[in-house]
């Protein structure tokens, strides 16, 4: 499944699985696995990771690349996760750093030098995961999306600033809907005279449609999550 995932049939519970403890691997959807191949990070760079908790994408960048990275979160109850992931995989140290904060307000925690990357694994209407957790459909309202889209392009703005020249931001939302994906992608481009779309390049068996992934669509072969992802180098 993807490019380093395995689907262990039957399902077990993942502590009875030899490894887990030792952190020898981690537990993500095959579309959430997408996001730290996808944001590229390379040996030395600088990296925020603005919606990191629990901190599944957080170790999948930090196995990928030696990188000097920013986990950052707006719920501080949600970061003692991100402590335990990436103490269970050996990724913590003194290059990581786990910040409380607003991403839309980069003042109160960024030190001012810009990221190589960034990856904007945004808060949204989640109703790319209904199949896993189908009471999703009925905890959000119709007025959900647009609250989701004001508040993902906030981020997206704010999240630019700190973006360095050349450097490249993912926007990931695991939605299906227009609003949070590309309507958000397409907006965002339009308004930042700087801000490049690249096409971005999905592992075989996960087919898109412009960035939205769906387990549903021709050729599909992984049963993951309904995710979208957007791809941008700043200028
Ligand atoms: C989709 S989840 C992130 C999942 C995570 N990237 C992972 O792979 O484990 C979105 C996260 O955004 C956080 N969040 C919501 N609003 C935020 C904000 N204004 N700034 C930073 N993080 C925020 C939520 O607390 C939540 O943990």
């Given at each position: 499944?993807?490019?380093?995932?395995?689907?262990?049939?039957?399902?077990?519970?993942?502590?009875?699985?030899?490894?887990?403890?030792?952190?020898?691997?981690?537990?993500?959807?095959?579309?959430?696995?997408?996001?730290?191949p996808l944001l590229g990070a390379r040996d030395g760079e600088r990296?925020?990771?603005?919606?990191?908790?629990?901190?599944?994408?957080?170790?999948?960048?930090?196995?990928?690349?030696?990188?000097?990275?920013?986990?950052?979160?707006?719920?501080?109850?949600?970061?003692?996760?991100?402590?335990?992931?990436?103490?269970?995989?050996?990724?913590?140290?003194?290059?990581?750093?786990?910040?409380?904060?607003?991403?839309?307000?980069?003042?109160?925690?960024?030190?001012?030098?810009?990221?190589?990357?960034?990856?904007?694994?945004?808060?949204?209407?989640?109703?790319?995961?209904?199949?896993?957790?189908?009471?999703?459909?009925?905890?959000?309202?119709?007025?959900?999306?647009?609250?989701?889209?004001?508040?993902?392009?906030?981020?997206?703005?704010?999240?630019?600033?700190?973006?360095a020249r050349g450097g490249t931001l993912v926007y990931a939302t695991?939605?299906?809907?227009?609003?949070e994906n590309e309507a958000q992608a397409a907006a965002f481009a339009?308004?930042?005279?700087?801000?490049?779309?690249?096409?971005?390049?999905?592992?075989?068996?996960?087919?898109?449609?412009?960035?939205?992934?769906?387990?549903?669509?021709?050729?599909?072969?992984?049963?993951?999550?309904?995710?979208?992802?957007?791809?941008?180098?700043?200028?």
């Amino acid at each position: 499944m993807g490019e380093a995932g395995l689907i262990v049939s039957p399902p077990r519970p993942v502590r009875e699985l030899p490894g887990y403890d030792e952190g020898a691997f981690s537990v993500q959807d095959a579309g959430a696995q997408i996001a730290a191949p996808l944001l590229g990070a390379r040996d030395g760079e600088r990296v925020l990771d603005a919606c990191a908790a629990p901190g599944g994408k957080t170790t999948h960048i930090l196995e990928l690349a030696d990188v000097e990275l920013t986990a950052l979160d707006a719920d501080a109850a949600r970061l003692p996760r991100v402590h335990t992931n990436l103490a269970r995989q050996k990724l913590a140290s003194d290059r990581v750093r786990v910040v409380a904060g607003d991403a839309a307000a980069p003042a109160s925690w960024w030190d001012g030098r810009p990221y190589d990357r960034i990856l904007a694994d945004v808060p949204c209407t989640a109703s790319g995961i209904v199949r896993r957790h189908p009471d999703v459909k009925w905890l959000r309202r119709a007025s959900d999306v647009a609250s989701f889209a004001a508040v993902q392009h906030a981020m997206l703005d704010a999240l630019w600033s700190c973006l360095a020249r050349g450097g490249t931001l993912v926007y990931a939302t695991c939605s299906v809907f227009v609003e949070e994906n590309e309507a958000q992608a397409a907006a965002f481009a339009a308004r930042m005279p700087d801000a490049l779309r690249e096409s971005p390049v999905f592992p075989a068996g996960a087919e898109s449609s412009g960035g939205q992934l769906l387990p549903s669509l021709p050729g599909a072969r992984h049963n993951q999550d309904g995710f979208f992802y957007a791809r941008f180098r700043r200028a």
